[in-house]
């Protein structure tokens, strides 16, 4: 079979393929801990999956319109407006099935064969994935441990040139936990205010910071129609497996992701944006729930890690993945995160499955229970081989 050359510049979500590994090991018998995947081991509130089940039986069961319910789009764009201080329509909102589709819809509208487009790395491997797809040029800016994985200013604005078409940022980050002060923004923006590139800012755990608070590139004056948000109900509702996001844009940008969707996958579930809805009107106090529990087990997982041989441990501000240092155990991020899985059963992340200054960590997902995390701090000290 001769596949388009294109293929060739896809990359992947390596959380899924050591998922694979992970539950083909379990169907065998062996007992595997997974801190993996970026996923809530919580269910969606009851109040969720009632709207949606009242959806089903009410026959909301057919096609919406490609950039989301008249609805839903207005629900958001008051969320939105609220949460960041800004004034957002409907007309701004494309709801899409779950996060990456924003990613992926945003390259492909944006990005011509060699546009560059500047990318955080280590960092949510789509992002690269989707550039060298377009036939962007890829232009990683290195997250380093010695500045908590914010950005170096002064190496970003070296990185800025006359071909940067898009600048990606992540705050919280997957897979630092770290994140980008408002200070930091403010700085990206100075460096960006007078150049013709849009910011893509994915947000998806804007929800999920420990210290401080979050603030949006779009709420500096001047970005908030160059910059197109991403958020969604994944990480805060334990709504994973619904597929529901969306992208907040100006109102010329939104017709032509909405028409990347009509294109693509038609439109977002009927029932499930009943869901959503309900997720941002009802009660809140679930999330709350969810970002305390996160609390307690950030310290855990980072206290067990400092504990382990090898191992040293920033603290995360947000979301829920801890990124160990493992450079003294002298093995390889991969040969690492092989050992973990196959003599231990604790499954995680080598660092370069999110780009080659992921080299010398691993990510841990502490979106599991505390005493799975516990027992899996146990079984990396019983199985230490370094």
């Known amino acids: 079979m001769k596949l388009a050359k294109r293929m060739e510049r896809l990359g992947t979500e390596t959380a899924f393929e050591v998922l694979a590994k992970a539950k083909k090991l379990e169907a065998e018998g062996k007992s595997i801990i997974h801190l993996e995947i970026g996923e809530p081991d919580f269910d969606t509130p009851d109040n969720i999956r009632e709207a949606a089940i009242k959806s089903i039986k009410a026959g909301d069961t057919h096609y919406t319109p490609s950039p989301g319910t008249i609805e839903h789009r207005k629900v958001v764009a008051e969320y939105m407006s609220r949460t960041r201080g800004l004034d957002f329509t409907m007309d701004d909102i494309v709801v899409t099935p779950g996060g990456k589709p924003v990613m992926f819809f945003v390259i492909l509208a944006l990005i011509d064969e060699g546009d560059e487009v500047i990318y955080p790395n280590p960092g949510f491997p789509i992002y690269e994935s989707m550039i060298n797809f377009v036939g962007g040029k890829a232009v990683p800016i290195p997250l380093r441990e010695e500045k908590e994985f914010a950005f170096d200013i002064e190496e970003f604005k070296k990185l800025v040139t006359d071909k940067t078409k898009l600048v990606i940022i992540n705050s919280p980050q997957n897979p630092t936990g770290g994140i980008l002060t408002k200070e930091d923004i403010v700085k990206i923006a100075d460096i960006l205010k007078d150049k013709d590139c849009y910011i893509l800012s994915d947000e998806i755990y804007s ?80 999330v709350d729930k969810m970002r305390e529990e996160f609390l307690a087990r950030r310290e855990i997982i980072v206290e067990g890690l400092n504990s382990i041989k090898g191992f040293s441990c920033i603290i995360p501000h947000g979301a829920f993945y801890a990124f160990p240092n493992i450079t003294k155990t002298g093995m390889t991020a991969r040969e690492l995160n092989d050992h973990l899985l196959y003599k231990a059963g604790v499954a995680s992340l080598a660092g370069t499955a999110f780009g080659e200054y992921g080299e010398g960590y691993l990510r841990f997902s502490y979106a599991n229970s505390r005493e799975n995390i516990k027992e899996a701090i146990k079984r990396i000290k019983d199985n230490i081989a370094w």
């Open 207 to 286: 929800r999920l910071i420990f210290e401080g608070e979050h603030f949006s590139i779009a709420q500096v004056p001047g970005f908030k129609d160059r910059t197109i948000i991403l958020d969604g109900y994944s990480k805060y509702y334990a709504m994973t497996g619904w597929r529901a996001g969306f992208g907040v844009m100006n109102k010329e940008i939104a017709p032509h992701i909405a028409k990347l969707m009509t294109n693509s996958v038609s439109c977002t579930n009927a029932f499930v944006q009943k869901g959503c809805i309900e997720a941002l009107t009802g009660p809140q106090d679930s």
